[in-house]
């Protein structure tokens, strides 16, 4: 009586299973996250591009996907100016900014101690200067703002302080009652002392103008502001000389010339130190002050 053996029934023909083999390392492949079905391996899919706008000729570079459609349109690289609407900031492009360049366009603006700009013109002639001053001041004192004048400034001012000192009735009478080497003296001295007060006023004047904000240099604005306080005194000077500095005509050409002083400070300082007129009126007001109390009116 055949019996049965425990293991072996039907299908005892089929070949025992094998274990699973391992791949070598470094080739297993990607396990298939839990819920996804393993698919045979396959040909590997297409990459897809996105299509670059206005890039005609198929330059091939990919493009960033804009899932709003508002892309902008681009510019292909080597194909002339770009075209409206172009702008570097798209996606997909890098704007390259060299070093040291401002890449918001914020111009630089002007820092106490910075190089001075170039000067409006060549430096004008002793002659020109002069003549320019009273027959084109504002020209005159742009094209010099950069210019030191202290050759015409020095020399102006100190012939202009030796008349001065005929000019105040008193002065003129020690002058002329004194002995030479007496009234020498009393000359040279009215010459040097109105040299210091033009230096000190201008000095007073170009301080006062960059406090207010001016940019001008201070050689050109004192030896300038000397050559204005000395040219538009000589009408009085001239009649003061003849007619004495109580005279009526010659008070009368004080203030005239006294205004006029004024106007050509001004234009002076808002020239020189790039400043409205009001502001520049503001900083000249201490010299004319001065020259009104001292030279004009001829009291202290």
Avoid at 135 to 161: K, N, S
Avoid at 201 to 217: E, K, W, Y
Wanted: aromatic content about 10%; proline content about 11%; hydrophobic content about 40%.
């Amino acid at each position: 009586m055949a019996g049965f053996r425990i293991g072996r029934g039907r299908d005892n023909n089929r070949p025992p299973q094998q274990p699973p083999q391992q791949q070598p390392y470094g080739q297993q492949q990607p396990q298939q996250p839990y819920g996804r079905q393993a698919y045979p391996p396959g040909p590997p899919p297409p990459q897809q591009q996105w299509p670059q706008p206005g890039a005609g000729g198929g330059h091939g570079e990919p493009e960033y996907f804009d899932p709003y459609g508002q892309q902008q349109p681009q510019q292909p690289y080597g194909h002339g100016a770009p075209g409206p609407g172009y702008t570097n900031d798209n996606p997909g492009h890098t704007q390259v900014f060299a070093f040291g360049e401002d890449p918001y366009g914020q111009g630089s603006t002007y820092q106490a101690g910075a190089a001075a700009v170039a000067p409006a013109g060549p430096r004008l002639p002793w002659k020109e200067l002069l003549r320019g001053i009273v027959t084109r001041p504002g020209q005159t004192f742009l094209q010099m703002r950069d210019h030191a004048v202290w050759g015409p400034a020095l020399t102006v001012t100190f012939l202009y302080g030796l008349l001065a000192v005929f000019g105040f009735d008193d002065a003129r009478k020690d002058v002329i009652n004194a002995t030479l080497s007496k009234a020498v003296p009393i000359v040279l001295s009215a010459g040097a002392a109105f040299v210091i007060c033009g230096l000190l006023l201008g000095a007073v004047t170009h301080t006062l103008a960059r406090q207010m904000g001016g940019d001008g240099s201070w050689q050109p604005t004192v030896g300038l502001s000397m050559l204005v306080m000395s040219l538009t005194d000589a009408p009085r000077l001239l009649f003061a000389v003849f007619l004495g500095g109580d005279n009526g005509l010659v008070q009368v050409l004080g203030w005239a010339t006294w205004v006029a002083a004024g106007a050509l400070f001004t234009s002076l300082i808002s020239k020189s130190h790039d400043l409205p007129w009001p502001k520049a009126l503001g900083a000249s007001a201490i010299q004319l002050i001065a020259l009104l109390s001292i030279i004009k009116l001829g009291t202290l």
